[in-house]
């Protein structure tokens, strides 16, 4: 099933790009991506603006992807399914619970395609997070009747378990065109977990910001990987890794104020994408561009009335997207679009009232 959102998208570029040249306070265009009534959240934005997530449907999350003035049902494998990345074929992998009521990694091309698991039935369970585009496919698969999980990398009709660090449980969240992957391993059965990267078939442990723990959620076509570690106090921290010679330096991305921060994603510009605590505690949006951590809210203009929560994904060209709260308090998928420097202020004053008045009604 498609949803209509409606021409104001379309509309919206056209005058960013042709309007006068003016100064402008706000640094993006925010566009409610919620239409199907529900709650949405949007995962992965390819260099296309095509855009993988979910949305609730009759009661029930499904994989959805948003392009141009649609938003099309991907459909399911029979319970709730869950769209997490999309490449530049407009391929998406995620996860869909199954009619036997299990969870299976699917591929989204044209259709949805079961991916199965790596040790049906004794453990019949997978999840997919991240695709290349070599369509090259990676997420977790169980390994034994046990529940013990593997990452693991699907290539064609193959599925192939990555390993661990010699614990019994891993995950893999991101690959990029180089064939790089990267997620977490268990480094001891206490679950205590390690930011790890497959290369050329072996995994090495990116290490932490000198706590216990850390975590890789993606990789960008430069090498660069962002995710979280703990620091020497346990603090929880938006890190970079970069690869320095033999070994790799871990950056800490610091926070919006408060004490907790999680990166989710890189572009090949490096500019980093997440989530972070404010002083009050509050979960917001955050981009790190430079040496510096913003928040995502002072960004865009304040009679949005929305809240940025978190953000997972940035193309190229700086377009993200996440989830946050609207004025209504309802949990929708937002894209944010950066608006050219400089443009008119009339976009953002009559021209824009009119654009963002239709983008309410037909964007949700």
Same mark, same amino acid.
């Given at each position: 099933m498609r949803y209509r959102l409606g021409p104001s998208l379309v509309a919206v570029l056209f005058l960013l790009f042709t309007c006068p040249a003016i100064a402008a306070s706000p640094k993006y265009l925010l566009m409610d991506l919620g239409v199907s009534g529900g709650r949405s959240l949007a995962e992965s934005i390819n260099n296309a603006g095509q855009i993988a997530g979910y949305a609730e449907i009759a009661g029930e999350y499904h994989a959805v992807l948003w392009e141009s003035d649609t938003m099309t049902d991907l459909g399911t494998l029979g319970g709730p399914a869950y769209a997490m990345a999309i490449n530049e074929l407009g391929q998406i992998v995620g996860y869909s619970w199954t009619v036997s009521n299990t969870n299976h990694a699917f591929l989204w091309d044209g259709s949805m395609m079961d991916l199965g698991a790596l040790d049906a039935p004794a453990w019949d369970y997978s999840n997919a997070y991240g695709i290349n585009d070599q369509s090259e496919i990676v997420g977790l698969a169980g390994i034994d009747a046990a529940g013990h999980t593997h990452a693991a990398i699907w290539s064609g009709e193959t599925v192939t378990d990555l390993g661990t660090l010699g614990a019994t449980h891993s995950n893999a969240y991101?690959?990029?065109?180089?064939?790089?992957?990267?997620?977490?391993?268990?480094?001891?059965?206490?679950?205590?977990s390690h930011a790890v990267i497959w290369q050329s078939g072996g995994v090495e442990d990116l290490g932490t910001l000198g706590g216990s723990r850390s975590l890789a959620r993606d990789i960008n076509d430069v090498g660069e990987v962002v995710g979280y570690a703990y620091t020497n106090d346990e603090a929880m921290r938006a890190c970079l890794w970069q690869e320095n010679g033999p070994s790799w330096t871990a950056t800490?991305?610091? !926070?919006?104020?408060?004490?907790?921060?999680?990166?989710?994603?890189?572009?090949?510009?490096?500019?980093?994408?997440?989530?972070?605590?404010?002083?009050?505690?509050?979960?917001?949006?955050?981009?790190?561009?430079? !040496?510096?951590? !913003?928040?995502?809210?002072?960004?865009?203009?304040?009679?949005?009335?929305? !809240?940025?929560?978190?953000?997972?994904?940035? =193309?190229?060209?700086?377009?993200?997207?996440?989830?946050?709260? =609207?004025?209504?308090?309802?949990?929708?998928?937002?894209?944010?679009?950066?608006?050219?420097?400089?443009?008119?202020?009339?976009?953002?004053?009559?021209?824009?009232?009119?654009?963002?008045?239709?983008?309410?009604?037909?964007?949700?």
């Open positions: 991101g690959i990029n065109n180089s064939g790089d992957i990267v997620g977490y391993s268990w480094i001891n059965e206490s679950g205590v800490d991305l610091g !926070t919006l104020g408060g004490d907790q921060a999680n990166a989710e994603g890189i572009n090949v510009h490096g500019a980093v994408v997440g989530t972070s605590k404010t002083a009050t505690g509050a979960n917001h949006a955050f981009l790190f561009e430079g !040496t510096a951590m !913003t928040d995502l809210n002072e960004l865009v203009s304040s009679d949005e009335g929305w !809240t940025l929560e978190s953000a997972f994904d940035v =193309n190229d060209a700086g377009w993200i997207v996440g989830k946050g709260l =609207n004025s209504n308090g309802q949990e929708r998928a937002f894209l944010l679009i950066p608006i050219p420097e400089p443009v008119s202020v009339s976009l953002l004053g009559a021209g824009g009232v009119l654009l963002l008045g239709r983008r309410r009604r037909d964007w949700g």
